[in-house]
């Protein structure tokens, strides 16, 4: 689990994009750190079996192990140390795999943070067992799935600073899943209202780990997103390919009996009852892409909001209790040109309102 590889990173927005050429390099079967596609890697496995890791496009990487002790295949970010969580902005990772572990393994988001010390897991699926064991301090209901969050300690043993004692914090997910969005910020932003402090920020990786065991793991999709807006405030709007535009809701026009701004949790629009909505034009050029809201319920009921284009509904965002959270719907097919985006409440069953907060456009 050691990673002491170093990168210092400026940055308050990006978006890494999965659909540009393919970038392979051949298997890699000893342990190594480094910088790929724009991605941050890392393979490492201890004595005993066998293991090899391929790096893809982007975040993308498979692996492949064989009667191990541990080990471990990441790719993603690397910070140097100075800011916190809250300074970088709104992590989110959007990712897909083919996980086929046997025997003890995960999937999910890996990495550290320094002052405090503490090694952290974001755990969407796993093999024979169930990490990390022992009691729950909590759950964060999140990404249209639920959590059980841990603490657990570890004493004299490897870290990204060498042996010493430190914390681990871990949210579990009560069902497995193997592709979507998790909300790495919200995951933070729970943990510190259980009194787990987060330090600055060293890594945030997907991880496919394997201990005792044998397997394999084809990360088809790894995108990282880092928004440093999403505090409120305006978000930067980038052009190009492999960008995105982002805009908030009470920059849109707000129509319905009951739809109006807010403050809090964050700076934007609440909508109360059906047909409540936000709605702007969009100029398309390409007739795909993929949409991110940030929202949230005002309770522990799942909230919905319909994402419509030039009048057809074309995909719902779910936000499961009142931690804002990203929601990701991908490869939307759409008209091109001007086209009326509208986000809009249509199941409300008098038991849950959404607040919306931004939207995103991949």
């Known amino acids: 689990m050691k990673s002491k590889n ?7 927005l990006f978006c890494f994009a999965l659909f540009v050429s393919p970038i392979i390099v051949s298997a890699i079967t000893s342990n190594e750190i480094g910088t790929h596609d724009g991605y941050d890697y890392e393979f490492w496995k201890d004595q005993g079996g066998s293991g090899s890791m391929t790096l893809g496009s982007g975040g993308t990487f498979s692996g492949e192990w064989s009667n191990v002790n541990n080990i471990l295949f990441r790719k993603g970010q690397k910070f140097d140390e100075t800011q916190t969580h809250q300074q970088l902005g709104n992590i989110s990772i959007n990712y897909g795999a083919n996980y086929q572990p046997d025997g003890s393994s995960y999937l999910g988001v890996y990495g550290w943070t320094t002052d405090p010390l503490i090694e952290y897991y974001i755990i969407d699926s796993w093999g024979t067992w169930r990490p990390p064991g022992g009691t729950s301090k909590g759950t964060i209901t999140v990404d249209g799935g639920t959590y059980e969050i841990y603490e657990t300690t570890r004493t004299n043993q490897p870290s990204i600073i060498g042996d010493t004692t430190f ?20 995951h933070f932003n729970a943990w510190e209202s259980l009194g787990m402090p987060m330090g600055n920020m060293y890594e945030v990786a997907t991880v496919v780990e394997g201990w005792q065991s044998s397997g394999s793991a084809d990360v088809y999709s790894n995108t990282l997103t880092i928004d440093s807006s999403s505090g409120g405030g305006t978000p930067p709007v980038n052009g190009g390919g492999g960008s995105s535009t982002v805009v908030q809701a009470e920059d849109m026009s707000i129509n319905g009996p009951w739809a109006h701004q807010i403050s809090s949790p964050f700076d934007g629009v609440v909508l109360y009852g059906n047909d409540d909505r936000v709605s702007y034009s ?4 390409n007739d795909t892409h993929s949409f991110s809201l940030r929202g949230a319920s005002n309770n522990n009921n799942l909230a919905r909001v319909d994402l419509r284009i030039g009048g057809q509904t074309v995909g719902t965002f779910y936000f499961g209790d009142n931690y804002p959270a990203v929601y990701t719907i991908d490869n939307v097919q759409h008209g091109t040109g001007n086209q009326e985006i509208e986000l809009i409440l249509t199941a409300n069953d008098g038991n849950w309102d959404a607040y919306v907060d931004y939207l995103e456009i991949h």
């Open 6 to 12: 170093k990168k210092v990173i400026y940055a308050f």
């Open 167 to 186: 914390q681990q914090y871990w949210s579990v997910r009560t069902s497995k899943r193997t592709s979507g969005t998790i909300s790495v910020s919200e």
């Open 282 to 285: 969009q100029y398309f050029a």
